[in-house]
Antibody
Framework: QVQLVQSGAEVKKPGASVKVSCKASGYTFTSYYMHWARQAPGQGLEWMGIINPSGGSTSYAQKFQGRVTMTRDTSTSTVYMELSSLRSEDTAVYYC????????????WGQGTLVTVSS | QSVLTQPPSVSGAPGQRVTISCTGSSSNIGAGYDVHWYQQLPGTAPKLLIYGNTNRPSGVPDRFSGSKSGTSASLAITGLQAEDEADYYCQSYDSSLGGVVFGGGTKLTVL
């Protein structure tokens, strides 16, 4: 079955960077886009961007332009999301999720990775 | 402030019917982009509930249904059960922003 497994929780200091991984299995990795979204404690979902694992093209939400980088490794069916210049407001659970395209639904989702930014 | 507007909370007694609205604008739902719905149980990742406005994935009970009209969409849950207590999110695409947008989420309480 299709499964997305994310890397473990991280604790970072303000100004640092974090790189979260999302390993896909159970389907052809290059056939589906991968989205990233986050959820701050007690808050709603926020879309961060999308990567096409086939060619590596990306599109980022305006809010994160210049701070986020999404990459992929087709040899390991893994996508990565790196967020730089971390601040306390970036403390959140970060999710990856597959989709057939930018306007289509997310299914399935990874289990989530908690990133805590604290001095 | 989310681009898609949902009520913060709804509630209903077991067996009752509740609806959750998702209001957008001419650059997202009103532009013809599909609406998708997710259920998020406490401490877990969101799970797809409705896709393409009205379609249920395999395994989702037919107590859940979706609809869309104009710049809004709705999720209806009939025969409420205690296990339905969760947060619900709508999602669409916004052409002005050039990306995915979510509603702010609705907490469903089963009384």
């Amino acid at each position: 079955q299709v499964q997305l497994v994310q890397s473990g929780a991280e604790v970072k200091k303000p100004g640092a960077s974090v790189k979260v991984s999302c390993k896909a299995s159970g389907y052809t990795f290059t056939s589906y886009y991968m989205h990233w979204a986050r959820q701050a404690p007690g808050q709603g979902l926020e879309w961060m961007g999308i990567i096409n694992p086939s060619g590596g093209s990306t599109s980022y939400a305006q809010k994160f332009q210049g701070r986020v980088t999404m990459t992929r490794d087709t040899s390991t069916s893994t996508v990565y999301m790196e967020l730089s210049s971390l601040r306390s407001e970036d403390t959140a659970v970060y999710y990856c999720a597959t989709a057939g395209g930018t306007t289509l639904w997310f299914d399935p989702w990874g289990q989530g990775t908690l990133v805590t930014v604290s001095s | 402030q989310s681009v898609l507007t949902q009520p913060p909370s709804v509630s209903g007694a077991p067996g009752q019917r509740v609806t959750i609205s998702c209001t957008g604008s001419s650059s997202n739902i009103g532009a013809g982009y599909d609406v998708h719905w997710y259920q998020q149980l406490p401490g877990t990742a969101p799970k797809l509930l409705i896709y393409g406005n009205t379609n249920r994935p395999s395994g989702v009970p037919d107590r859940f249904s979706g609809s869309k009209s104009g710049t809004s969409a709705s999720l209806a849950i009939t025969g409420l059960q205690a296990e339905d207590e969760a947060d619900y999110y709508c999602q669409s695409y916004d052409s002005s922003l050039g990306g995915v947008v979510f509603g702010g989420g609705t907490k469903l309480t089963v009384l």
